[in-house]
């Protein structure tokens, strides 16, 4: 488009009602998207009532919110005797934690009777205690956001003052309905599931009526426009060019192979658990509150995602959005920065190479900078059309664009920016339009456009659960401040992914593009070849975007994604200011092509050999894990057929006992060695010896119990440890016949040790094999670390038929001993078929490459106790726990109450040593609780946008992390966990 466009102009005015239906269908929308937020919208109100018709069996209920709005409960009297007289020690009326959890007492609300007194507590205090009365009476406890209080036939025994509701993950007693005289016993708790809300039917009239009116009032400005509308599109404009196709082949390949970006696994979880949840929901942090007012478009991906979890389908939006946010910029952006850019090939290929600099790294996923960067360069393009035709019609149609980019993140505001640099010719124009039409049908339109967001923002919340959306967030963080902006660059430049090379390069070029342009600019007025208006708007944009970033609550490196659409146009005008030559006097016309091609040449080739570079690497590690597992590897897998992702590829020990190996029944003979061990100074170095070593040889207690239920006849264990930590001694086990599995290097030998293995001490497998001229000894393998707990070593013993394992105590420290167990080669399962339809906890980092597990859900508020638990590996280890956890809302907060996990020894396949994550059964502390639905009781309420149940509820505080199952009796044993179709 030219830079100064002189459209033919109406002789006659514009009708009369044309400018009335502007002005009123523009103050019509107003008033509606004004009201949208505080119309009725329909809530269900979700109670827990106890007993249920089962009975006073327990009840698993882990309530998202951590705590209820209030609780209730009544005890009689005759109840708590019987139950009294039936037990020795405390015994629990009604608890709102499991009382065997480790944490539940310190969290939660418990009425216990004890030797003829009932005693609360709450959380982790003693609220009071009171003799149980004789005859007919009534005890109760209720709690709220005022207050705790407890009373036995209406006089006070228990007041705790302030908000102190317990936690609730379920409803626990140990009354019996059967034996107990229970009738009058009551328990009812209140859900705080505020944001599951959906329109009323006069909201959803309402908001017809809204876009309606919004699309009349814009017909109407068009009608009104001084200047008749350009043509709205370049001819031609749809045929591809080479740089087209190399931009979709490129967007395509890296669809296909590209690695995932941040928050993939997490907003993934967030899309699938929407179903059930009845929103979009964090469902990691924050209570599980949704997104609003940021990420409307989340509602889109989530339908999306009902269709397939599969990586490929799921990136399907981001490729889409890349394409069209290039036929964006290369129709819409580039022709605008002059004459010389639209006749230039090397223009449009630089742009090209910085458009996949930045999009590659940063946009290849579900995160919402793809969606940020289509509506700012559509925001860009409107602006630029409005100042370029001079008509206000493409400026409100831009607000749009403007206002849904804004509602996408916070970072979103950059979409913004073209009306923030173009203010000066916009309230020009509007000015001498007010002055022509009147100021309502100018103005009304206008406005409405930029309220068009809050259709989309309120379509199913409040205001009030908007503004308790936002003082979650705010209260939980994180929640930056603008000079905390440089650990964002701190990050870009440190050792871990988010600082890569590819993630680098683009944002240092983007800001030397900036810096040098705008040098030129500010000196000489205008950089020679581009248009005056819009290249100083672009390098204006350009510099915003960096402050837009200093403003938003979070500092990831992810977020430089945004930049994407503006970084390709600040290039372009880098590179006409390079193309700037000196005049030529003879025979200008043959140099200038060629000095053009190698003014761009350190631009685009840069970038060219970068993106060459990094897709190779990524080609060359599929080819190289093609037998094991990579994500580029499953997608090709997923497209040409069907996989699981990453648990196909996940073998899984479900009975470690299964794979011990059974003693070889011909031992070798020191006099039939051909090649022997460099051991000296025993009279037969490859018989067995046990001196010092001794069967159960831990220290006492559950933290050293040996694991996977080790220690009896069919899977033994040694162990060098005595009381006062003096002994010493030396482990050398009879031989074990290798399977052929093991001997092929298919599977590994696998040994489990406690203790120290450093130092005076150490710890070896020695493997040999039979030849017809005797044994023959292969290798010897030495651990060289300390174990704080039972670990695991895998050994591969290629060609062996015999192995042992050998162990040595030499030191004299309490802390100095050795235990190992017996050697075993794992009888393996595929995760898939483990898990099968069990609900499963997925932590974010690991969730985008296990498309098939069934993740946990969310059901009015209350979360479905998980059958197992998956976290990632390497640097996301722990990454996972700690944004879940407690304190910020976190599930975490209620899963470490309700249950404790032991880990699954877990090979990925064809790479043994690879750290892909971990494994865990969930325990429940109490397994055979029933489920939630059972004491449900859910009815609808409509209120107004301003309504609240209450006051948000507070996250609980735990001293530690997940606890394992370590010592527990109750749990199942390894052999009896469900695989297939577990439920």
């Known amino acids: 488009m030219p830079e100064r466009f002189v459209p033919n102009t109406r002789l006659d005015p514009a009708p009369r009602s044309a400018r009335r239906w502007a002005a009123l269908l ?30 006073t069996h327990s009840v698993s209920a882990p ?37 065997s959890s480790f944490y539940g007492g310190m969290t939660g609300l418990s009425l216990q009777v004890d030797a003829g007194k009932v005693v609360l507590w709450s959380r982790g205090r003693q609220a009071g205690a009171v003799p149980v009365p004789d005859g007919d009476c009534v005890i109760s406890v209720r709690a709220d956001a005022t207050g705790t209080s407890a009373a036995v036939a209406g006089a006070p025994f228990a007041v705790v003052s302030g908000d102190q509701r317990p936690q609730l993950t379920g409803i626990f007693s140990q009354l019996d309905s059967a034996v107990d005289d229970v009738r009058g016993l009551a328990f009812e708790a209140r859900v705080d599931d505020r944001f599951a809300s959906r329109p009323t039917p006069l909201k959803i009239a309402a908001m017809v009526l809204e876009v309606l009116a919004f699309l009349g009032a814009v017909v109407a400005l068009r009608r009104i426009e001084v200047r008749r509308a350009p043509r709205g599109l370049p001819p031609g404009w ?5 740089r087209d196709v190399v931009v979709f082949a490129a967007l395509v390949v ?17 899309l699938r658990a929407a179903d059930s949840a009845g929103y979009v929901t964090n469902y990691f942090r924050w209570f599980a509150n949704p997104e609003s007012p940021f990420g409307w478009f989340y509602e889109l991906y989530a339908l999306w995602v009902q269709v397939s979890a599969a990586t490929p389908w799921v990136r399907l939006p981001a490729l889409f959005l890349g394409a069209l946010s290039w036929l964006l910029l290369s129709r819409g952006v580039l022709p605008r920065l002059g004459r010389q850019v639209r006749g230039s090939g090397s223009v449009g290929w630089a742009a090209a190479a910085v458009f996949l600099a930045f999009w590659l790294p940063y946009n290849n996923g579900l995160r919402p900078e793809p969606v940020v960067v289509t509506f700012f360069l559509l925001s860009l393009c409107a602006v630029e059309r409005a100042v370029a035709s001079r008509r206000l019609t493409p400026a409100a149609l831009g607000l749009v664009a403007a206002a849904l980019g804004l509602g996408a993140n916070p970072h979103g505001m950059i979409a913004v920016l073209p009306f923030v640099v173009a203010a000066k010719p916009l309230i020009r124009l509007g000015w001498q339009r007010i002055r022509e039409r009147g100021a309502l049908p100018v103005l009304a339109p206008v406005a409405a456009a930029g309220l068009v967001i809050l259709v989309a923002v309120f379509f199913d919340q409040t205001l009030q659960s908007v503004v308790d959306s936002v003082q979650l967030k705010t209260r939980f963080g994180p929640n930056n401040p603008w000079y905390a902006e440089l650990s964002r660059y701190d990050r870009l430049f440190g050792p871990w992914p988010d600082g890569s090379l590819t993630r ?15 040098a030129v600019l500010l000196r000489r007025g205008r950089i020679s070849g581009a248009a005056v208006g819009p290249s100083r708007r672009v390098l204006a944009v350009a510099a915003l975007c960096f402050v837009v970033l200093a403003l938003t609550p979070t500092k990831h490196t992810h977020h430089f994604g945004v930049l994407a659409g503006i970084g390709s146009a600040v290039a372009l005008v880098e590179h006409l200011r390079h193309d700037e030559l000196p005049a030529v006097p003879r025979h200008p016309r043959p140099r200038r092509p060629v000095a053009r091609w190698g003014a761009a040449a350190p631009l685009t080739i840069t970038c060219a050999v970068l993106l060459v570079g990094e897709v190779a690497l990524f080609a060359k590690g599929i080819h190289k894990q093609w037998d094991g597992y990579s994500l580029g590897a499953d997608n090709v897998r997923q497209l040409i057929g069907t996989s699981c992702g990453l648990s196909d590829y996940v073998e899984v020990e479900t009975d470690p006992r299964r794979g011990m190996l059974a003693v070889s029944r011909e031992q070798p003979r020191s006099d039939d060695r051909v090649v022997s061990s460099s051991r000296g100074g025993a009279a037969d170095p490859l018989q067995s010896v046990a001196r010092g070593f001794h069967r159960f040889g831990v220290p006492s207690g559950q933290f050293w119990s040996p694991p996977y239920g080790f220690g009896g006849d069919d899977a033994p264990v040694w162990g060098s440890f005595t009381a006062d930590g003096s002994a010493t001694g030396e482990l050398r086990t009879s031989w074990y016949d290798v399977p052929p599995q093991a001997a092929s290097g298919q599977l590994p030998v696998v040994v489990s040790f406690v203790g120290s293995a450093t130092g005076g001490n150490s710890l070896a ?24 707990r039972w670990r695991d070593v895998r050994f591969l013993v290629d060609g062996a038929t015999k192995l042992r394992v050998l162990a040595v105590d030499q030191k004299v420290d309490p802390p100095g001993w050795l235990a190992v167990s017996a050697p075993r080669v794992p009888v393996l399962s ?68 309700a249950a404790s996990v032991r880990e699954l020894p877990t090979y990925l396949r064809n790479d043994l040593h690879r750290d892909w994550g971990a494994l865990y059964v969930v325990d429940p502390y109490q397994p055979d609780a029933l ?22 509820t507070r996250a609980v505080w735990l001293p530690g992390a997940l606890l394992p199952s370590d010592g527990r009796t109750d749990v199942r044993p390894f052999g009896a966990i469900p695989t297939g179709d577990a439920a």
């Not at 409960?73 to 009326?93: F, H, I, K, M, N």
């Open 26 to 55: 523009g103050l019509l929308f107003a008033v509606l998207a004004v009201a949208v937020p505080f119309l009725p919208v329909e809530h269900e109100i979700t109670t827990l009532r106890w007993p249920t018709a089962e009975g």
């Open 63 to 99: 309530l998202v919110s951590h705590a209820p709005l209030w609780l209730t409960a009544e005890v009689p009297c005759r109840a708590a005797r019987d139950l009294d007289a039936r037990t020795s020690g405390p015994a629990v009326l009604v608890s709102t934690n499991a009382p």
């Open 238 to 242: 749809w045929r591809p060019g080479p």
């Open 254 to 270: 890296w669809w296909l192979i590209g690695a995932m970006t941040a928050d993939d696994g997490y907003i993934l979880t967030m």
């Open 504 to 518: 680098r390069f683009p944002v240092l070029l983007l800001v030397l593009c900036v810096l040098t342009s705008g």
């Open 765 to 788: 497998v020695e493997w040999g094999r039979d030849t017809p001229h005797g044994f023959e000894i292969l290798g010897r393998r030495s651990v060289g670390q300390d174990a704080g």
């Open 830 to 897: 595929s995760m898939t078929e483990v898990i099968g339809g069990a609900p499963v906890f997925v932590e974010w980092p690991a969730a985008l490459v296990h498309p098939c597990l069934d993740v946990a859900r969310l059901h009015h508020g209350i979360a479905e106790l998980p059958a197992f638990r998956v976290i990632g590996g390497g640097i996301m280890r722990d990454m996972g726990y700690g944004w879940s956890a407690p304190g910020g809302g976190g599930p975490y907060g209620w899963f470490a109450v």
């Open 931 to 952: 489920p939630a639905a059972a004491a449900l009781q859910v009815h609808t309420e409509t209120h107004w946008g301003t309504w609240s149940p209450g006051p948000l």
